[in-house]
């Protein structure tokens, strides 16, 4: 999940892997510009051809100008990632405010990333075979942003990536080229997402009356299988483009209300922590005891209000048994402060991977791995049948597990692929809602064995497919991750074209929704699991980006199922 604009912190969601991404710090520059009433380009040495970066920056000093290999001209940008930087190059431009960019470039290498901070998306490919490719995206820019900055970078221990002819294409563009004048900093960290950037966190006792306190106890159960449900993540600690959305606010169109974010006080610590938006950042946010009264009346009317641990800046890695305990316990005190029904595990990043050898899904091993099934069991039984237990990863974690497991069973391969299934197996009992993030996705094989890339019905048709029919894990048919009932499986999807890369208009949802549920209007790919009317709905990245949308998304959803 996705959450940031310049000069604030930004927490979540991206690109298939990509939301982890940028743990990194990336120092921009501010060209200073005055927007003409010209189209054309935004960039400044897009090309590379001055022979140095300015003024593109690179974390780390990983970035340079090399004469081979190039796309066109005479030079390129090669960076470095390394096993403990991404290798994030970015320009800083300024943009003008509700207003439609094109951002392209041409990478070379493995897992390469392109992508727009400030609550924008991002893509990627896995891999090139050592030749140019091209990326591109298009956002909008929110009601008050005046700056963005564009990235590339490659991932973890990939090695060197380069980039070529990086353009930003829009209207008003800079006339003649400019020449940068450096006017501040920004350390932007690049989803869910929509991103993807930050992502939700706790649950009252009875009918609440008031503010609630105190442990919960007699927590309502989940809507029945078969109902439908819409789920909406809820900038609850952060401002971004899309503004701050009380909760007294939140429309009544959502039935799972994720609280974006509950995050950790240091990667290991286990310690987590829900601290609401300042006012000096959200100069609307109410006050602790009307959140609280607002928590307590939307579980009145049977809506379910979830702390969503994690996101793009929260790493999580419950790396030992006190991580777990202490896990255990701070989410606990929040649920209770707060009234809250129950958690969204929206862990990205480097939180979960495998340890080599741990290649059963069915027994893990890793210890990240099993001290967080072992903490949620522990949530489970303190707070009882009604605790509800929702889950937002990235498709890098799940459905790319058909393909690749962890680091394989020869070494080399990124721990982190599939890495989700072992916590979705052993909890698929307790699991209220699946809801992968179908958003800021590399193409992924489907059960067809064909790559699916986002943009479409048919991507998300497959991804839910893989979802509702179960597959071979690496391809192993005797190591088969089963199925999982419709009803606890819902389709993520970004809101609006700000909310993260991979929006589809409402025509292509319903499509989705009519393959899926009834097998009509099919694309390309006809799901294997048959038709699922219980299907249980869609999740999205996020309340506040839907409302600044005018609502696009909530409302399709409430008149395709009638509500």
């Not at 401002?239 to 974006?260: K, Q």
């Not at 059963?360 to 949620?376: C, E, G, K, W, Y």
């Not at 589809?504 to 390309?524: I, M, Q, R, Y």
């Amino acid at each position: 999940m996705r959450r940031t604009l310049p000069g604030q912190r930004r927490a979540t969601i991206a690109a298939g892997t990509a939301s982890a991404v940028a743990a990194a710090t990336l120092v921009g520059v501010t060209l200073g510009l005055a927007p003409t009433a010209s189209a054309g380009e935004f960039l400044v040495n897009g090309g590379f051809e001055s022979g140095s970066l300015g003024p593109w920056s690179c974390s780390g000093n990983s970035g340079g100008v090399v004469t081979s290999p190039v796309h066109g001209g005479s030079r390129a940008l090669a960076a470095a990632a390394t096993a403990g930087d991404t290798a994030q190059c970015g320009q800083t431009v300024t943009v003008a405010p509700n207003t439609t960019y094109t951002l392209s470039a041409y990478v070379n290498g493995s897992y390469v990333y392109l992508g727009v901070d400030g609550g924008g998306p991002s893509t990627w490919t896995p891999g090139t075979g050592g030749s140019y490719q091209k990326l591109s995206l298009s956002f909008t820019t929110g009601a008050t942003q005046t700056s963005a900055t564009v990235y590339t970078h490659g991932w973890y221990g990939q090695g060197t990536y380069y980039a070529d002819d990086i353009s930003l294409d829009g209207p008003g563009a800079p006339s003649p080229t400019p020449t940068p004048t450096p006017t501040g900093t920004a350390s932007p960290t690049a989803s869910p997402t929509a991103t993807p950037t930050g992502t939700p966190t706790g649950t009252p006792t009875g009918t609440p009356t008031g503010t609630p306190t105190g442990t919960p106890t007699g927590t309502p159960t989940s809507p029945p299988a078969g109902s439908h449900a819409l789920v909406g993540y809820l900038h609850a600690s952060f401002a971004n483009g899309a503004g701050y959305t009380r909760m007294a606010d939140v429309p009544n169109s959502w039935d799972f209300i994720n609280l974006s974010f509950g995050e950790p006080t240091s990667v290991t610590s286990g310690d987590i922590r829900f601290n609401r938006c300042p006012a000096t950042e959200c100069p609307t946010v109410e006050s602790d005891d009307e959140f609280k009264a607002a928590i307590a009346a939307k579980r009145a009317q049977g809506k379910k209000v979830l702390i969503s641990i994690g996101g793009q800046n929260g790493q999580v890695q419950l790396t030992s048994t006190a991580a777990r305990d202490t896990f255990v316990s701070s989410v606990s005190a929040i649920i209770d402060k707060w009234g809250l029904d129950g958690l969204d595990i929206d862990f990205e990043g480097h939180s979960l991977s495998l340890n080599t050898g741990d290649t059963d899904f069915r027994n893990p091993t890793s210890p990240v791995i099993v001290n967080l099934i072992s903490a949620v069991k522990t949530l489970k039984a303190k707070y009882g049948p009604g605790f509800v237990l929702t889950m937002a990863p990235e498709t890098f974690f799940v459905q790319l597990g058909y393909q690749y497991y962890g680091s394989g069973p020869w070494g080399g391969q990124d721990p982190r692929a599939g890495a989700y299934l072992p916590v979705i197996h052993a909890l698929r009992d307790d699991l209220t809602l699946l809801h992968v993030q179908d958003y800021n996705s590399g193409s992924i094989m489907g059960l067809d064995n064909q790559y699916h890339s986002m943009g479409g019905a048919d991507f998300h048709v497959a991804m839910t497919d893989m979802l509702l029919k179960g597959f071979p894990v690496a391809g192993n048919a005797n190591n088969v991750f089963p199925a999982l009932p419709a009803s606890k499986v819902a389709i993520g999807m970004p809101a609006t074209t700000n909310a993260g890369n991979g929006y589809v208009a409402p025509a292509e949802v319903n499509k989705a929704l009519d393959c899926l549920t009834k097998l009509a209007n099919c694309g390309t790919y006809v799901p294997r699991s048959g038709a699922q009317p219980n299907l249980r709905g869609l999740m999205t990245w996020s309340i506040n980006w839907d409302r600044f949308g005018g609502q696009e998304f909530s409302k399709n959803f409430n008149g395709y199922f009638g509500r």
